[in-house]
């Protein structure tokens, strides 16, 4: 496994994947204040400084080399715009797994960006990291990221049920994941 790992820009055809930089704020909080886009997010829509802190945060989230290290880069398109973010979170060395996860800015969901830049990630985690299986989680009544994991090729692993107290309710998680041997075979 190639660790550590420094943060370095992905270019895929439509979109980019690039460290978040100050200028972003706006764009990130469009964004993430939607309670549409955090519907099913852990968090609830947030102020701009809440997303100034966090940007902060990320933005200098450039490293993977233990476990809990993460890189939550920007998707952007060919103009250079934020159009969202991704998410890779290393969970075991030992056992070279990793989390994924995606934000999508609403006007620019319905095109492929995210399959394209979720694809770009694990290329990038069974590639050059040398990872063995990336995971998401989800709330199973996301319905477009439940979509998204199945256009990626990654199967249903688990679905817990009532398995947290989530915005004044029991909510139940779906695991859905892929090996580094079922991505060699592409994309569904
Ligand atoms: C989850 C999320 C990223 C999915 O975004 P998305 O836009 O549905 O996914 P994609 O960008 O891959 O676009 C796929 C759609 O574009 C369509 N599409 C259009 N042009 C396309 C192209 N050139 N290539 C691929 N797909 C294309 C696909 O057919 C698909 O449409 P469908 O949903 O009607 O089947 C988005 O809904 C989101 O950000 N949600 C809020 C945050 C969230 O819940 N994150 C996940 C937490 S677990």
Redesign the pocket.
Known sequence: MALPWDFRPIEGARVRLELLVPDDVDALYAIQSDP??????LYEPRSRERVAEVLARDAGATRLASPDDFVQPAIRDSTGRLI?TMYLKLASVDDKTAEI????D?Q?????????A?ALVLDLAFGELGLHRVY????PR?A??V??CE?LGMRHEAHFREHMWFKGDWADTGIYAILEQEWAGGPA
């Open positions: 549409a886009v955090c519907e099913y997010l969202g996860g995606w934000l999508l609403p620019f969901q319905g095109r492929g960006y995210a399959r394209e979720a998401a989680e989800l709330d996301n477009a990221s979509a998204l256009r």
